[in-house]
């Protein structure tokens, strides 16, 4: 029997325990302080050493061989998919039914979880991601949307909506610039917390900007049009410091991209990835120019009838009461009805034997840049019993190489644009690619026919490359799209050839004067459809941009503080607008301008004030005015009445400017903010 311990024995007693209890921990979790503080020494100065030739250097280099390693494993995911699904399609037999219901109920269920999915994790990882970004690089804040969250979810819905093939024709270049600028905007962090620095905002754009370039290269092995095309799809205005960064993190992705494929035995060495066998000692005619040109002509038009179709579309839909109700309450039901749509249209048995429906979307471009001559195979008893032809999927006995071609550019086009307006991560610039290939591969094919033996019927005969035209159609028709001249350099960096650049950029500079004289790019209308704040661009005819100045669409009636204003001033300000920054002018009498104070530093001048109805006891100051115990910062930037609509757009691109006040001598006479100018740029687009 334990007797009674007396409070004060045992108060010391547990006193006693504890410091022993105490100290063992500390014995047991840190031994050998001297030793310790050696390595944490030997760690500083390592640190020291690697960060002299500047941190970004590594996070550039983590940010491209992540993201390249992720854009493989998910490649690899796919393709062990897709292939099981086809695998079932073949050896379920030859019941019509179960082959139907093989066919369209595996990429249904794929893209039903897709949306569902993605969605119910958060609702920023639909669509292709590139219009929001492009409104951040603007400097506006989009709450949320580069979170380290939405990653996993995109990544999981993008991987599903690949697997679906060629049945929904999406691929993954917007989705996977937006995953770059979420690992970027993460990897930023963590290099403010590595390297003990506070967060620097032109930091995290200069990665936001890196993250673009290689969110392209590592979709397509491309680092230097990568970066090309996202300055230009991107950025109206770039840095040059950013360029390096760019490039770096590019090169970076693109190699290990591809050395991951040598390492899984796809490849013997480091090559493209839609390589092409375009060897040819006379790839094209001078005279050929003048059917480029035509190409290039060709793609224009069918890029603005596409882009004006596909805003429709976007618009119809959501004014639409019963597909509105579906995307606001049941995004999977509607993913589920528009997939089975395509799905049984693409059915191998039906329509899809005249789409090409069974190949892959790799495979569709790898046809389309075939280096043979289809019209001449199919003409051919030899050539068709020629192995490793992909190109016999066109060739339909009760239709020809053209008729085919012809069906599959009637079909996508509308199939696309349906596509489009499924709210799952998907991306847009892959179809765009291949449906470009198969303007061009048909035109080629028309010009073969046409010149058998070629342009010149004298001497050697030196026959039209289809390929060649499938080339320029695929970057014109890309490049008129998305409004961008890279992608000629793209498509040569994807397949390896060369040869075709000149008539290429040629077709794409042509497709790109129709487009953008008639339509806004494909991101462009993203944004416009979705209503973000973006400044919409002053096209190049609007000379009278020069001569719009700010005080025809300033706003002058703006809420104004006074150094002297005191408790009750200021909130009868803050009731009277909700603006993020407020002017401080000299006093009532005299509106000379003399700083502003942000809305935070109000709320806290309030905070540190007594109220005139407050309790007795409270311990705060009675009275107090903005210019003895608020921080008034100075004005570094202010427009005259007379500045142009044009002078202001561009100040507003160049340094991402929300809200910047007008002054006549000094005094205040109004405010710009971006919905000022935005009204601007569309009254001058469209004139009353």
């Given at each position: 029997?334990?007797?009674?311990?007396?409070?004060?024995?045992?108060?010391?007693?547990?006193?006693?325990?504890?410091?022993?209890?105490?100290?063992?921990?500390?014995?047991?979790?840190?031994?050998?302080?001297?030793?310790?503080?050696?390595?944490?020494?030997?760690?500083?100065?390592?640190?020291?050493?690697?960060?002299?030739?500047?941190?970004?250097?590594?996070?550039?280099?983590?940010?491209?061989?992540?993201?390249?390693?992720?854009?493989?494993?998910?490649?690899?995911?796919?393709?062990?998919?897709?292939?099981?699904?086809?695998?079932?399609?073949?050896?379920?037999?030859?019941?019509?039914?179960?082959?139907?219901?093989?066919?369209?109920?595996?990429?249904?269920?794929?893209?039903?979880?897709?949306?569902?999915?993605?969605?119910?994790?958060?609702?920023?990882?639909?669509?292709?991601?590139?219009?929001?970004?492009?409104?951040?690089?603007?400097?506006?804040?989009?709450?949320?949307?580069?979170?380290?969250?939405?990653?996993?979810?995109?990544?999981?819905?993008?991987?599903?909506?690949?697997?679906?093939?060629?049945?929904?024709?999406?691929?993954?270049?917007?989705?996977?610039?937006?995953?770059?600028?979420?690992?970027?905007?993460?990897?930023?962090?963590?290099?403010?917390?590595?390297?003990?620095?506070?967060?620097?905002?032109?930091?995290?754009?200069?990665?936001?900007?890196?993250?673009?370039?290689?969110?392209?290269?590592?979709?397509?092995?491309?680092?230097?049009?990568?970066?090309?095309?996202?300055?230009?799809?991107?950025?109206?205005?770039?840095?040059?410091?950013?360029?390096?960064?760019?490039?770096?993190?590019?090169?970076?992705?693109?190699?290990?991209?591809?050395?991951?494929?040598?390492?899984?035995?796809?490849?013997?060495?480091?090559?493209?990835?839609?390589?092409?066998?375009?060897?040819?000692?006379?790839?094209?005619?001078?005279?050929?120019?003048?059917?480029?040109?035509?190409?290039?002509?060709?793609?224009?038009?069918?890029?603005?009838?596409?882009?004006?179709?596909?805003?429709?579309?976007?618009?119809?839909?959501?004014?639409?009461?019963?597909?509105?109700?579906?995307?606001?309450?049941d995004k999977p039901v509607y993913t589920v009805l528009a997939v089975l749509l395509l799905a049984s249209i693409t059915f191998p048995p039906?329509?899809?034997?005249?789409?090409?429906?069974?190949?892959?979307?790799?495979?569709?471009?790898?046809?389309?840049?075939?280096?043979?001559?289809?019209?001449?195979?199919?003409?051919?008893?030899?050539?068709?019993?020629?192995?490793?032809?992909?190109?016999?999927?066109?060739?339909?006995?009760?239709?020809?190489?053209?008729?085919?071609?012809?069906?599959?550019?009637?079909?996508?086009?509308?199939?696309?644009?349906?596509?489009?307006?499924?709210?799952?991560?998907?991306?847009?610039?892959?179809?765009?690619?291949?449906?470009?290939?198969?303007?061009?591969?048909?035109?080629?094919?028309?010009?073969?026919?046409?010149?058998?033996?070629?342009?010149?019927?004298?001497?050697?005969?030196?026959?039209?490359?289809?390929?060649?035209?499938?080339?320029?159609?695929?970057?014109?028709?890309?490049?008129?799209?998305?409004?961008?001249?890279?992608?000629?350099?793209?498509?040569?960096?994807?397949?390896?050839?060369?040869?075709?650049?000149?008539?290429?950029?040629?077709?794409?500079?042509?497709?790109?004067?129709?487009?953008?004289?008639?339509?806004?790019?494909?991101?462009?209308?993203?944004?416009?459809?979705?209503?973000?704040?973006?400044?919409?661009?002053?096209?190049?005819?609007?000379?009278?941009?020069?001569?719009?100045?700010?005080?025809?669409?300033?706003?002058?009636?703006?809420?104004?503080?006074?150094?002297?204003?005191?408790?009750?001033?200021?909130?009868v300000a803050l009731d009277a607008s909700a603006d993020a920054e407020y002017p401080v002018v000299e006093s009532t009498g005299s509106p000379?301008?003399?700083?502003?104070?942000?809305?935070?530093?109000?709320?806290?001048?309030?905070?540190?004030?007594?109220?005139?109805?407050?309790?007795?006891?409270?311990?705060?100051?009675?009275?107090?005015?903005?210019?003895?115990?608020?921080?008034?910062?100075?004005?570094?930037?202010?427009?005259?009445?007379?500045?142009?609509?044009?002078?202001?757009?561009?100040?507003?691109?160049?340094?991402?400017?929300?809200?910047?006040?007008?002054?006549?001598?000094?005094?205040?006479?109004?405010?710009?903010?971006?919905?000022?100018?935005?009204?601007?740029?569309?009254?001058?687009?469209?004139?009353?």
């Amino acid at each position: 029997m334990e007797r009674p311990v007396p409070r004060g024995l045992r108060g010391e007693k547990e006193e006693e325990e504890e410091v022993e209890r105490v100290l063992v921990s500390e014995h047991s979790w840190r031994p050998c302080p001297t030793a310790r503080r050696r390595v944490r020494g030997c760690l500083e100065w390592v640190k020291r050493q690697l960060f002299r030739v500047g941190e970004d250097w590594y996070f550039l280099f983590i940010l491209g061989v992540l993201m390249a390693t992720i854009s493989f494993a998910m490649d690899i995911i796919v393709a062990r998919l897709y292939a099981a699904h086809t695998w079932l399609y073949r050896e379920i037999g030859d019941i019509a039914v179960l082959k139907y219901l093989s066919w369209t109920l595996f990429p249904t269920a794929m893209a039903a979880f897709s949306s569902g999915f993605a969605q119910s994790i958060t609702p920023h990882s639909g669509g292709s991601g590139i219009p929001e970004l492009k409104t951040i690089l603007m400097g506006v804040v989009l709450e949320d949307y580069l979170a380290i969250q939405n990653f996993g979810a995109k990544v999981v819905g993008l991987t599903c909506t690949l697997t679906c093939g060629s049945t929904v024709f999406l691929g993954k270049v917007g989705p996977y610039v937006h995953l770059s600028a979420m690992a970027a905007a993460y990897l930023g962090k963590m290099r403010t917390s590595v390297t003990r620095e506070y967060e620097n905002k032109f930091k995290q754009h200069e990665m936001l900007v890196a993250a673009q370039a290689v969110g392209v290269a590592t979709v397509f092995g491309a680092p230097i049009s990568g970066v090309l095309f996202s300055i230009e799809v991107m950025s109206p205005h770039f840095a040059v410091r950013d360029y390096w960064r760019g490039f770096f993190a590019a090169t970076c992705g693109a190699f290990v991209f591809r050395l991951l494929a040598v390492f899984n035995s796809e490849q013997e060495t480091i090559a493209a990835v839609f390589k092409s066998d375009l060897k040819i000692d006379f790839p094209f005619d001078l005279l050929e120019t003048f059917f480029f040109l035509i190409l290039g002509i060709i793609c224009g038009i069918v890029a603005c009838a596409y882009l004006f179709c596909q805003r429709w579309m976007m618009v119809a839909v959501k004014r639409n009461r019963l597909t509105a109700k579906l995307l606001a309450t049941d995004k999977p039901v509607y993913t589920v009805l528009a997939v089975l749509l395509l799905a049984s249209i693409t059915f191998p048995p039906g329509l899809g034997q005249f789409m090409a429906s069974r190949l892959t979307m790799k495979e569709h471009l790898i046809s389309l840049f075939d280096n043979r001559t289809w019209g001449v195979l199919a003409a051919n008893a030899s050539g068709v019993a020629k192995p490793g032809g992909l190109w016999q999927e066109w060739d339909h006995p009760s239709a020809t190489i053209y008729g085919t071609l012809t069906f599959f550019l009637l079909m996508k086009f509308w199939m696309l644009i349906l596509a489009t307006t499924l709210p799952l991560p998907a991306g847009y610039f892959m179809p765009i690619f291949i449906y470009g290939a198969a303007i061009g591969r048909l035109m080629g094919e028309v010009v073969a026919l046409l010149f058998p033996r070629g342009l010149h019927s004298e001497g050697p005969p030196r026959p039209i490359i289809p390929a060649g035209y499938a080339l320029a159609g695929a970057a014109a028709f890309a490049g008129s799209v998305t409004h961008a001249v890279s992608t000629a350099l793209l498509v040569c960096e994807a397949t390896g050839h060369l040869d075709h650049l000149l008539p290429t950029v040629l077709a794409v500079l042509v497709a790109n004067a129709i487009s953008q004289k008639n339509q806004p790019s494909f991101y462009d209308a993203g944004i416009i459809v979705k209503k973000l704040p973006y400044l919409p661009p002053i096209r190049s005819r609007h000379i009278a941009s020069y001569r719009v100045v700010v005080e025809e669409f300033m706003e002058r009636r703006v809420v104004a503080l006074a150094k002297g204003d005191g408790f009750q001033e200021v909130l009868v300000a803050l009731d009277a607008s909700a603006d993020a920054e407020y002017p401080v002018v000299e006093s009532t009498g005299s509106p000379t301008l003399v700083g502003t104070v942000s809305r935070s530093q109000l709320v806290t001048f309030l905070q540190s004030h007594k109220h005139p109805q407050a309790p007795q006891g409270e311990k705060l100051a009675a009275v107090g005015t903005l210019g003895d115990d608020c921080t008034i910062e100075p004005i570094m930037l202010q427009f005259s009445p007379w500045t142009s609509l044009h002078q202001a757009y561009h100040l507003f691109q160049m340094l991402k400017l929300q809200r910047v006040f007008v002054t006549r001598s000094g005094e205040l006479v109004g405010a710009v903010s971006r919905a000022e100018l935005r009204r601007a740029i569309e009254d001058l687009a469209n004139p009353k």
